[in-house]
């Protein structure tokens, strides 16, 4: 028996749920936005009318509002918006006891075996949804979870797609490759200087020539090309083990150079390191996320000499991966951090021959832990954080995204 999984896409979640707090915004362009008097304030999500008048996740807020004189901001919501998408949930799970969550507002289900078809219960929750919540969902229906995502995308709003494996090469191949999950803009880009535009072009590649220029990454986009997806969906209430410890901020105004990007790493690896120690983890590299001021992203990874749970070490790190990397053609708007290939802190490590500093470090920093909870985050930090710099007066904790990463 083939597999049947779906993926539902809430469309535009934070703008339909306050359109549903507030009646009187149907029908008007409405963003959701941070606070308007820093950067910070920039769009988190849009209504469709506000998409199609050219407002983009991540523009500042005077952006939206030149491109669209009329549009609405209101702040976010996000207890609200948290508490809608466990209403989802238990819509969701009125079907299969496989849901998996991709943030708050995607969700796959596995409902393989079940006594109506996949495109049968599709329909049937999209209805229900709408019903019960008054928001809409756009339903991929596939026989693997990258193409169920994928078609979740191509018709929107409030609309199923089914993609079947016989069908999945009209269907599927003539799309961009960056319509495919985890085929980023600088995947994207390093495609096309190979000649490849499409996810056809990409599954018929020379598979030789693909791992040579992508490594891995590119020869696992390569199979979902082609349909060879195997990943399941996880059970309710299963949790995947944590592989990466991330955190990341939009700054107030942007970035202009290395050290004004320092600064940042050195704010976000306080949250990533303690977090590492309070789950006993420990990172042997490093990821580094950029966005720049035209919302374009780029990401690189770099593994490390030895493994660590140090912010100083993490940051360290990302500011030389940066400095390698970013050829600074534009300002930087916002920066994540991850640590990554995650092992316990438990592991054996090999000391350095030239003395204890890191282990020493390691123990002040958990010392400084300590003073934080008991005395609040701001009780101690690095003095290079203590000067003028630009991050936003709070730098915002991230909740966890899905698969295992914090």
């Known amino acids: 028996m083939d597999r049947a999984i779906l993926h539902s896409d809430a469309n535009a979640f934070y703008a339909s749920v306050e359109t549903v707090l507030h ?26 009318l506000a998409k199609r008048m050219g407002v983009k996740t991540g523009m500042a807020n005077w ?23 466990r209403r989802l949930h238990e819509i969701y799970e009125r079907y299969t006891d496989r ?28 209805a229900a949804v709408k019903r019960e919540i008054g928001i809409t969902v756009s339903v991929g ?27 999945f090469r009209q269907t599927v191949w003539k799309l961009p490759c960056s319509d495919l999950l985890f085929c980023g803009h600088a995947t994207t880009e390093k495609l096309k200087t190979l ?7 990409l599954a018929n590649a020379p598979h030789s020539l693909i791992v040579r220029k992508l490594g891995k990454n590119g020869e696992m986009l390569q199979k979902y090309a082609n349909g060879q997806d195997d990943s399941s969906v996880a059970k309710v209430g299963e949790e995947e083990p944590v592989k990466s410890v991330g955190h990341g901020v939009t700054c107030v105004a942007d970035l202009e150079t290395l050290e004004e990007a320092n600064v940042v790493f050195l704010a976000l690896t306080q949250d990533i390191g303690q977090k590492l120690r309070r789950l006993g983890l420990q990172a042997r590299g490093i990821q580094v996320t950029v966005r720049d001021s035209d919302l374009h992203f ?60 890191g282990e020493k470090q390691r123990k002040a920093e958990g010392a ?18 203590l000067g003028e710099n630009k991050l936003p007066e709070e730098t915002p904790r991230q909740s966890p995204p899905p698969g295992g990463i914090v």
């Not at 963003?31 to 999500?45: D, K, M, P, Q, S």
């Not at 000649?195 to 072009?201: L, P, R, V």
């Open 141 to 167: 229906v596939s026989f693997n979870k990258v193409f169920a995502k994928l078609g979740s995308d191509m018709k929107k709003p409030d609309a199923v797609t089914e993609i079947t494996r016989e069908s």
């Open 298 to 357: 780029e990401s690189w990874q770099q593994l490390s000499e030895r493994p660590t749970q140090c912010a100083s070490d993490l940051a360290k790190a990302a500011k030389e991966l940066l400095k390698t990397r970013y050829g600074w053609q534009r300002p930087i708007r916002a920066l994540t951090v991850s640590a990554i290939h995650l092992e316990s802190a438990d592991e054996p490590r090999q000391l350095s021959m030239f003395g204890g500093a």
């Open 195 to 201: 000649g490849i535009f499409t996810i056809g072009e």
């Open 368 to 385: 400084f832990d300590k003073i934080r909870e008991k005395f609040g985050d701001d009780a101690i930090k690095p003095a290079a954080l």
């Open 99 to 126: 849901v998996e969550g991709y943030g708050l507002d995607e969700c796959w289900l596995d409902v393989t075996g079940c006594r109506m078809s996949p495109r049968e219960i599709a329909e049937e929750l999209r």
């Open 63 to 85: 952006q939206a509002k030149k491109l669209c004189p009329d549009l609405v901001i209101v702040p976010p919501h996000h207890d609200i918006y948290a508490k809608f998408s």
């Open 23 to 48: 009646p009187e915004l149907k029908g008007r362009a409405v963003a959701v936005c941070g606070a308007a008097e820093n950067r910070h304030g920039i769009v988190l999500a849009k209504s469709e």
